[in-house]
T-cell receptor
């Protein structure tokens, strides 16, 4: 089946710095990828839809200048958390739709800790 | 737009007992419903989708339009079924279909 990878799996950064998270579709192309955020013991919250070759679409309440998304190719989307603060600490998950467009393949997630 | 709710945050059952994870939806048209599962320390993965009408890992889910439900059932729970289960709704976004996740239900199977 389709595989989505994320890098890094976990990252610790200092407050005020920026962190980039990569999401790759390994054996298929994805013109669209999704970025989610998951707080401990809570559900996934859709942050934005990443579109190859165009601007990302952000969900209401998500700061686009804070969470920069770049869909550089058909297999790579990146999420950059700029000027990170401790409240940005969370589990960030990406996904990409499969052939049917209904099914999504999820990455393993990236644990971000801002100190 | 579709909306789904999972009324139970936590469900504990004994091994071998039947299990039913509830999912209720509200949508005036033909709903697109799924069950996703997240095992401990693993990524989220698709378990079932209603149009396939298949059984995966012993689980089935039937769309009940009269009760507007899509409950996930298994006749005999196993310890390895312990996980978080989500019944997301599907909606059309900007050029793509989006999944919106509710709070999910944590299933704990007691040995």
């Amino acid at each position: 089946g389709a595989v989505v990878s994320q890098h890094p799996s976990r990252v610790i950064c200092k407050s005020g710095t920026s962190v980039k998270i990569e999401c790759r579709s390994l054996d298929f192309q994805a013109t669209t990828m999704f970025w989610y955020r998951q707080f401990p013991k809570q559900s996934l919250m859709l942050m934005a839809t990443s579109n190859e070759g165009s601007k990302a679409t952000y969900e209401q309440g998500v700061e686009k200048d804070k969470f920069l998304i770049n869909h550089a190719s058909l297999t790579l989307s990146t999420l950059t958390v700029t000027s990170a603060h401790p409240e940005d600490s969370s589990f960030y998950i990406c996904s990409a739709p499969g052939e049917t467009n209904y099914e999504q393949y999820f990455g393993p997630g990236t644990r971000l800790t801002v100190t | 737009a579709q909306r789904v709710t999972q009324p139970e945050k936590l469900l504990s059952v004994f091994k071998g007992a039947p299990v039913e994870l509830k999912c209720n939806y509200s949508y005036s048209g033909s709903p697109e419903l799924f069950w996703y599962v997240q095992y401990s320390r693993q990524r989220l993965q698709l378990l079932l989708r209603h149009i396939s009408r298949e059984s995966i890992k012993g689980f089935t889910a039937d769309l009940n339009k009269g009760e507007t439900s899509f409950h996930l059932k298994k006749p005999f729970a196993q310890e390895e079924d312990s996980a978080m289960y989500y019944c997301p709704s599907l909606s059309a976004g900007a050029g793509s279909y989006q999944l919106t996740f509710g709070k999910g239900t944590k299933l704990s199977v007691i040995p």
